[in-house]
């Protein structure tokens, strides 16, 4: 094999007989959603708007298009650790876990890098207000009573675990699925 | 300016951020007169959507006043107000041309499965949202609709999302006259599908939830059968029943990954994340339709995997649609329909509160507290 072109020579369905002797244009379920219009009818489809906006900001591009949209977002753009993570998942199409898992991932170092940078800047967060505990407060205060308690009672458990220590260490007890 | 801001999930706050800026000739700067919390914020708002970074505004409903146009920029002018459809579109692309505007593919250059949306995650185009005092609007040529004479600015928010995605829910469900429509989600976009489903000839419309404060409002608002979902045994198995045993003709599945309901949904899809989100609703609509029935999904899910009974949809013979609303499609129509007193948008306004109170708007609509349907927020610059 000479050609490793995957792509094979395109065959005119005109010349297969019968082709289109039963093609109905109502047999369409996504109307009224779609007008039919198929590349071969739209010399168009590689239009894109006359004035592009300058990459002037790192943009993370999707493997499954040939270019950087006409218009993007700029805020936030990658940094810091959760950057090279967004950047690595980048390399991987939308088809892939490798995609959304590491986003997913990035979101969760990104929240931590927040918080740092808050500090850095001299902000101590008011993670009471952020989560919007005055209103819980107002209209379900039940739930916030038990919410809060739940939360004490891990620290206290954790704390206390600490500070036992690990003196009586249990045997780990192993099981295979 | 004053501006919402992403810290992490169920982290929220009001901080000063910098005004936006034209980045492209047909970019417009709007201020906003009013903008609303969305169903699809909470997926947000939770950290369930991928790429949602720290420091990003949300808010796809919003309306405004341009205040800055771009030089190509020639539909509207500084001083119109202005209704945003949630989907950021070029009008020229292969899409656009065919009225996909929830589709255009020159706005979102990080994804090709969804078009941009603003304040929806870099998933969505990267964009900053509305929950703030100003927004930049791309293609202010295209999707920013003057506001109607005499229309009502909160009438006006509610075009930017909840009615037209009612209503593309109940166009895509394919609704033929006396049908049977089922919806499942009784919140603002729920309640607007069952109200419009009677606008394309339902028969019978029903929607079913677990808050019952929410189905009376549905039963008020929409004029529809209402049922608890805790009370009525298993949700299919009821549907069955009131419908002489072969299913409704159509169901909206109008609530997405965080649905309820399910226990092994909720810990496969909500806590382990071994799904993306708990894909109940979309179980119920599948199994609960007539065999040649039609789904329409405008409930969101993330993206990839979902333990969905794809093999009964095959084996029933359904039909599924789903997407984003292309709201600029649709206006005209909805804009007509509101004001000769068909639809009541706002209507579904239980909460407003000032943009600085954000993280208690967020907490009080996802705490489904306080009785909430609908909050919109009023940044300060509003009131001018
Ligand atoms: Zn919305
Ligand atoms: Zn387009």
């Given at each position: 094999m000479?050609?490793h072109n995957v792509?094979?020579t395109p ?12 093609a109905?244009p109502?047999n369409?379920?996504?109307?009224p ?5 198929n590349?071969?009818?739209d010399?168009d489809?590689k239009?894109?708007p006359?004035?592009?906006?300058p ?7 999707s493997?499954?298009?040939p270019?950087?949209s006409?218009?993007?977002?700029t ?9 090279l993570?967004r ?6 199409s939308?088809?892939?876990?490798p995609?959304?898992l ?8 990104n ?6 940078d808050?500090?850095v ?5 008011n993670i009471?207000?952020?989560?919007g505990?005055k209103?819980e407060w ?8 038990l919410?809060m308690?739940a939360f004490?009672a891990?620290?206290?458990g954790?704390?206390l675990?600490l500070s036992s220590?690990n003196?009586k260490k249990?045997?780990v007890?192993r099981?295979r699925? | 300016?004053?501006?919402m801001?992403?810290r992490?999930?169920?982290?929220v706050?009001?901080?000063q ?9 047909q970019d ?6 009013r903008?609303c ?5 909470l997926?947000?708002y939770?950290?369930n959507?991928?790429?949602t970074?720290v420091?990003?505004?949300?808010g796809?409903e919003?309306?405004?006043?341009i205040?800055?146009?771009g ?6 002018k500084?001083?119109?107000r202005?209704i945003?459809p ?5 009008g020229e692309c292969?899409?656009?041309?065919q ?9 979102n250059?990080?994804?090709?499965a969804?078009?941009a949306?603003f304040?929806y ?5 990267g964009?900053?949202g509305?929950q703030a ?8 040529n295209?999707?920013?609709?003057i506001l109607?004479e005499g229309m009502?600015l909160?009438d006006?928010?509610?075009l930017?999302?909840v009615?037209?995605?009612g ?6 469900a394919?609704?033929q006259?006396g049908d049977t429509v089922?919806v499942f989600?009784?919140g ?12 394309f000839g339902?028969?019978r419309?029903i929607?079913?939830?677990q808050e019952?404060?929410r189905?009376e409002?549905?039963r008020?608002?929409s004029?529809?059968e209402a049922?608890?979902?805790?009370e009525i045994?298993?949700p299919v198995?009821f549907?069955?029943?009131i ?5 409704a003709?159509?169901v ?5 990954a965080e ?5 092994l949904?909720t ?8 799904q993306?989100g708990s894909a109940t609703?979309l179980h119920?609509a599948i199994?609960?339709v007539k065999k040649g ?10 993206p990839?995997d979902?333990?969905v ?7 029933k013979?359904?039909?599924?649609r789903?997407n984003?609303?292309?709201?600029k499609?649709?206006?005209?129509r909805l804009?007509?329909h509101?004001q000769?007193g068909?639809?009541?948008p ?9 943009l600085e ?15 909430c349907?609908?909050?919109v927020?009023?940044p300060?610059?509003a009131n001018q």
């Amino acid at each position: 094999m000479e050609n490793h072109n995957v792509i094979n020579t395109p065959i005119d369905p005109k010349k297969i007989k019968g082709w289109g002797i039963d093609a109905d244009p109502k047999n369409d379920p996504t109307y009224p959603m779609r007008n039919r219009m198929n590349i071969s009818q739209d010399p168009d489809f590689k239009h894109r708007p006359k004035s592009l906006q300058p990459e002037d900001t790192e943009v993370l591009r999707s493997i499954e298009r040939p270019n950087v949209s006409a218009v993007f977002g700029t805020p936030e753009p990658p940094t810091g650790l959760s950057g090279l993570i967004r950047r690595f998942a980048f390399q991987f199409s939308e088809n892939q876990y490798p995609h959304w898992l590491p986003l997913l991932l990035a979101d969760r170092v990104n929240v931590v890098e927040g918080v740092v940078d808050d500090l850095v800047h001299g902000h101590i967060p008011n993670i009471f207000a952020e989560k919007g505990y005055k209103a819980e407060w107002k209209h379900s205060p039940q739930t916030l009573v038990l919410k809060m308690a739940a939360f004490t009672a891990v620290t206290a458990g954790t704390i206390l675990w600490l500070s036992s220590g690990n003196k009586k260490k249990k045997p780990v007890k192993r099981s295979r699925y | 300016m004053l501006a919402m801001e992403y810290r992490g999930p169920k982290r929220v706050r009001a901080v000063q951020k910098p005004m936006p800026e034209i980045k492209h000739p047909q970019d417009a700067i709007v201020r906003v007169l009013r903008t609303c919390i969305c169903g699809s914020d909470l997926h947000l708002y939770n950290g369930n959507v991928p790429d949602t970074r720290v420091g990003s505004t949300f808010g796809h409903e919003f309306v405004g006043e341009i205040v800055e146009v771009g030089t190509e920029v020639t539909k509207v002018k500084v001083g119109d107000r202005v209704i945003v459809p949630f989907n950021i579109a070029c009008g020229e692309c292969h899409f656009c041309r065919q009225g996909m505007f929830g589709n255009c593919h020159e706005s979102n250059t990080e994804s090709t499965a969804v078009g941009a949306i603003f304040g929806y995650s870099h998933t969505a185009g990267g964009f900053n949202g509305g929950q703030a005092e100003y927004c930049r609007v791309p293609y202010a040529n295209v999707g920013p609709t003057i506001l109607p004479e005499g229309m009502d600015l909160d009438d006006a928010v509610l075009l930017t999302d909840v009615v037209p995605t009612g209503y593309q829910a109940a166009e895509m469900a394919g609704i033929q006259t006396g049908d049977t429509v089922v919806v499942f989600g009784a919140g603002p976009i729920g309640i607007m599908a069952a109200r419009c489903a009677w606008l394309f000839g339902a028969g019978r419309v029903i929607i079913i939830d677990q808050e019952d404060y929410r189905l009376e409002f549905a039963r008020n608002y929409s004029y529809c059968e209402a049922y608890n979902f805790n009370e009525i045994g298993d949700p299919v198995v009821f549907i069955k029943k009131i419908t002489d045993w072969l299913g409704a003709d159509c169901v909206i599945d109008a609530v997405g990954a965080e649905a309820a309901g399910n226990a092994l949904q909720t810990l496969t899809g909500r806590k382990l994340l071994l799904q993306a989100g708990s894909a109940t609703a979309l179980h119920w609509a599948i199994n609960s339709v007539k065999k040649g029935g039609v789904v329409s999904i405008v409930g969101v899910y993330g993206p990839t995997d979902n333990l969905v009974p794809i093999g009964n949809m095959m084996n029933k013979g359904l039909t599924m649609r789903g997407n984003q609303t292309s709201v600029k499609r649709l206006l005209p129509r909805l804009i007509e329909h509101v004001q000769n007193g068909v639809l009541n948008p706002k209507g579904l306004i239980t909460h407003r509160l000032p943009l600085e109170e954000v993280a208690d708007g967020y907490r009080i609509f996802s705490g489904k507290m306080d009785n909430c349907i609908k909050t919109v927020l009023m940044p300060p610059t509003a009131n001018q």
